[in-house]
T-cell receptor, first 113, second 111 residues
């Protein structure tokens, strides 16, 4: 069965600092991988996705993520955080041809001015 | 395109009342999903559908029913609401082998 862990429940960074949010998954083959962002009171917005090919994927709002098969990881990065990036971030995994996605518990990001 | 829409946005129920949440998508997606989101619990799948006329149970289906009579609509019903069903409900849809698109959510309080 698929599973997703996000080891960090809450991360605080200063505006302008770099960011890395961790995501580890459990799946027997190469999965589909996603990062979503949720601002307070809002729905989930797709930041980026990985289906196949280049393991470094670029997303919206200056985010990128790298798929590392050997570590079963799909960490999200941003070189310089903006105050508007404060939100909850969810990693998700889906199986190719499968029906469901599994979401991680989320990491809440706070940004200090 | 409106994407995924949910009706209503907010609702307060008394214990034992019933209600239906409506999810509509205009992207001709085959798959549709209902999740609930609770603090510290992430997203938990309630029910899903892989096509018109089909439904299946997810992780937390008890107390909910669903129907997918039309491809573009996915209804979530609560027959007898309980305080434990106080939550934010999200609908999502997707095409085959693609990402999910989410609605804005419905905030439900059961007193």
């Amino acid at each position: 069965a698929q599973s997703v862990t996000q080891p960090d429940i809450h991360i605080t960074v200063s505006e302008g600092a770099s960011l890395e949010l961790r995501c580890n998954y459990s799946y027997g083959a190469t999965p589909y991988l996603f990062w979503y962002v949720q601002s307070p009171g809002q729905g989930l917005q797709l930041l980026l996705k990985y289906f196949s090919g280049d393991t470094l994927v670029q997303g919206i709002k200056g985010f990128e993520a790298e798929f590392k098969r050997s570590q079963s990881s799909f960490n999200l990065r941003k070189p310089s955080v903006h105050w508007s990036d404060a939100a909850e971030y969810f990693c998700a995994v889906g199986s190719p041809g499968g029906q469901n996605f599994v979401f991680g518990p989320g990491t809440r990001l706070s940004v200090l001015p | 395109n409106a994407g995924v829409t949910q009706t209503p946005k907010f609702r307060v129920l008394k214990t034992g009342q019933s209600m239906t949440l409506l999810c509509a998508q205009d992207m001709n997606h085959e798959y549709m999903y209902w999740y609930r989101q609770d603090p510290g619990m992430g997203l938990r799948l309630i029910h899903y559908s892989v096509g018109e006329g089909t439904t299946a149970k997810g992780e937390v289906p008890d107390g909910y029913n669903v129907s997918r009579l039309k491809k573009q609509n996915f209804l979530l019903g609560l027959e007898s609401a309980a305080p434990s069903q106080t939550s934010v409900y999200f609908c999502a849809s997707r095409a085959s082998r693609r990402e999910q698109y989410f609605g804005p959510g419905t905030r439900l309080t059961v007193l």
